[in-house]
């Protein structure tokens, strides 16, 4: 995958960005300037994807609106698949949205993405030696079960991979259990039994315990970004 061409050339100029942002920031922060690097390349490219994500938001919000006349259609032709289709298609284009239009902006968003982790856990040859550097005293090539390096690591691994715990929990709270809770309201008058698929948030905690700090780095300025930047927007577009 990371050989793949796009995304062989996407890593080759985030890497070479990331050593400009920790040249820049050596002088400001010696020891930490590769880590703070990390977490600004993030930061900048979770801002170049803020207009996918505004898209995401209003698709999310389109489906909510047309949720309770797509329960009605459901219920009138559940007895007839062709007509149940054409209807719902019909309800779809007359809100201006489709099914797929909140999964668009997150496939246009995965190869930057995989881009990006790719230069954190030091795949695809990238040439710069970001793995060797440090960050509080770490490799950010060390992982969490590092073996001989677990006293070394672990205070640092702790904070980092309790502060994602505590955003995927957020994200949970805050996020997936309002979104279903609003859409069964919506579409069958009665609040939902929550479902394991909220509990998906707490994958970025596993992922956390095997890949290097500087990947950790990322997920933890990656998700904490998602969290508010979904916040904001639910906030701040039309219903």
């Not at 922060?29 to 990390?38: I, R």
């Not at 479902?195 to 970025?204: I, K, W």
Request: glycine fraction near 8%; charged fraction near 15%.
């Amino acid at each position: 995958m990371y050989s793949f061409g796009p995304i062989a050339a996407a890593m080759s100029l985030l890497s070479t960005i990331l050593s400009g942002l920790a040249a820049w920031l050596t002088p400001l922060t010696a020891g930490l300037s590769f880590g703070l690097a990390v977490v600004l390349l993030t930061v900048v490219v979770r801002l170049v994807l803020v207009p996918l994500g505004v898209a995401q938001v209003r698709a999310e919000k389109a489906r909510a609106r047309i949720a309770p006349r797509l329960a009605a259609i459901t219920a009138e032709h559940r007895n007839d698949p062709q007509r149940l289709v054409a209807e719902q298609r019909k309800a779809y284009e007359e809100a201006g949205t489709s099914p797929l239009a909140g999964c668009m902006p997150a496939l246009l968003q995965m190869p930057v993405v995989i881009a990006l982790y790719g230069v954190f856990i030091g795949a695809g040859g990238v040439d710069e030696p970001l793995l060797t550097h440090t960050f509080a005293g770490v490799e950010l090539g060390a992982t969490m079960l590092g073996g001989a390096e677990g006293l070394l690591v672990a205070p640092v691994f702790a904070v980092l991979v309790g502060l994602i715990a505590l955003v995927a929990w957020a994200n949970r709270r805050y996020l997936m259990l309002p979104m279903m809770r609003a859409n069964a309201a919506a579409a069958e008058g009665r609040p939902p039994v929550p479902g394991v698929l909220t509990y998906l948030q707490f994958v970025t905690v596993v992922v956390a315990v095997f890949v290097p700090l500087a990947a950790v780095l990322y997920l933890l300025t990656s998700t904490s970004w998602a969290l508010g930047e979904r916040l904001v927007l639910r906030r701040i577009l039309p219903d």
